[in-house]
Antibody
């Protein structure tokens, strides 16, 4: 059974950093292209970042809204993908989901950016 | 960037009704469109991929159609468990979600 479990969310002040983790199981992680998607309090879904597999040189892509502030990475030995979020803004407040190819999703982790 | 517009934003229907949800892209997306169902407090769930392909385990009352810029999700006979918000999603160029249609029971 495919499972994705996000952790690391919480309340953080504007300008601070947070790192999310998505631990996976039930599929060959090393071959998978992984994404982070977020959902705002207004329920709008927004693609955030993608990381490809080793065979694609771990290529990464970002939404313009997070480029230069967020970094996606992966550890194939741990079947995990990460999202390092720096210089957080109030508009980054959302539930963050990791997804394998948009067919399988985790339950999400809530990030609240507020002073 | 490709924009995705869903209509209506809220739809009220009765059990047994045939329901049609619409999604319009700002440019041709070559059928590279999925539909997702999201129930309260849950992650999105893939229903339909590449416009008209039913994901494994999804009831056959769900179907998708469309081409070019205009796409439709149809529920042939609405069931109480179908109450949810439905999102369309394009992956022809980048990845963009529609704003969602909230489906309620009348």
């Amino acid at each position: 059974e495919v499972q994705l479990v996000e952790t690391g969310g919480g309340l953080v002040q504007p300008g601070k950093s947070l790192k999310l983790t998505c631990a996976t199981s039930g599929f060959t992680f090393s071959n998978a292209w992984m994404h982070w998607v977020r959902q705002s309090p207004e329920k709008q879904l927004e693609w955030v970042a993608q990381i490809k597999a080793k065979s694609n040189n771990y290529a990464t892509y970002y939404a313009e809204s997070v480029k230069g502030r967020f970094t996606i990475s992966r550890d194939d030995s741990k079947s995990s993908v990460y999202l390092q979020m720096n210089s957080l803004k109030e508009e980054d407040t959302a539930i963050y989901y990791c997804t394998r190819g948009f067919a399988y999703w985790g339950q999400g982790t809530l990030v609240t950016v507020s002073s | 960037d490709i924009q995705m517009t869903q209509s209506p934003s809220v739809l009220s229907a009765s059990v047994g009704d045939r329901v049609t949800l619409s999604c319009k892209a700002s440019q041709n997306i070559n059928k590279n469109l999925d539909w997702y169902q999201q129930k309260l407090g849950e992650a999105p769930k893939l229903l339909i991929y590449f416009t008209n392909n039913l994901q494994t385990g999804i009831p056959s009352r769900f179907s998708g159609s469309g081409s070019g810029t205009d796409y439709t999700l149809t529920i042939s006979s609405l069931q109480p468990e179908d109450v949810a918000t439905y999102f369309c999603f394009q992956y022809n160029s980048g990845w963009t979600f529609g704003g969602g249609t909230k489906l309620e029971l009348k």
